[in-house]
């Protein structure tokens, strides 16, 4: 089935470490996206990708890295330096353009303690 | 810049009973804008969306959302809840110009009472 899959689903880390959220599409979407959701509050944009190779940040950017070195891939490291790092964070593709339907995955839940 | 306001956090109504999610949001031209739903845990479905023409537009589930650019507003509505619409609500617009992000709204929790 086409999709866009996310692994892990829950993910425990100590403070200080990096952690690697994987994000794969099947759907042939040039597009991809990550956004933050906190507990009550709408989702917010952290990082996108409209080509291969090329990414900009969104608006909560500092504390995450991205890399897109495949179409179907688009990985999000949460790093140390992020302040408060615990949240849902959702990845998201469409095809490339404006006003296209942005699909998203299920999902990765991050705690870190 | 954009901004996407949904003035209701909570919304509980009856199943059966008729439903409106309010949604306003702040934005120099017209708009896209889309409806999503979001079960506990899960990611988020579109509902619908509105690019132009018609201002009322269908969605899935029996959903339908009216623009009305005099208010700036994008109102979500289904004339019969159902249990299983209990969920959260988010609103989100794009801009029409380069690039394809979506600002959303905080959300808004729907609860159903048997």
């Known amino acids: 089935d086409g999709g866009i899959t996310q692994s892990p689903k829950y993910l425990f880390r100590k403070e200080g470490q990096n952690v690697t959220l994987s994000c794969e599409q099947n759907l042939n979407h040039d597009a991809m996206y990550w956004y933050r959701q906190d507990p009550g509050q709408g989702l917010r944009l952290i990082y996108y990708s409209q080509i291969v190779n090329d990414f900009q940040k969104g608006d909560i950017a500092e504390g995450y890295s991205v890399s897109r070195e495949k179409k179907e891939s688009f990985p999000l490291t949460v790093t140390s330096a992020q302040k408060n790092p615990t949240a849902f964070y959702l990845c998201?593709?469409?095809?490339?353009?404006?006003?296209?339907?942005?699909?998203f995955g299920e999902g990765s839940w991050l705690t870190v303690v | 810049a954009q901004s996407v306001t949904q003035p209701d956090i909570h919304i509980t109504v009856s199943e059966g009973a008729s439903l409106e999610l309010r949604c306003n949001y702040s934005?120099?031209?017209?708009?896209?804008l889309f409806w999503y739903v979001q079960s506990p845990g899960q990611g988020l479905q579109l509902l619908l969306k509105?690019?132009?023409?018609?201002?009322l537009v269908q969605g899935i589930k029996g959903f339908e959302a009216e623009f009305k650019r005099s208010q700036s507003s994008f109102n979500l509505r289904k004339p019969s809840v159902h249990w299983s619409d209990a969920a959260e609500y988010f609103c989100?617009?794009?801009?029409?110009?380069?690039?394809?992000?979506?600002?959303f709204g905080g959300g808004t929790r729907l609860m159903v009472k048997p």
């Open positions: 989100a617009v794009a801009s029409r110009g380069a690039g394809n992000m979506l600002t």
């Open positions: 998201a593709s469409s095809m490339y353009g404006h006003g296209n339907t942005i699909y």
């Open positions: 509105y690019f132009s023409g018609d201002t």
């Open positions: 934005y120099g031209a017209t708009p896209y």
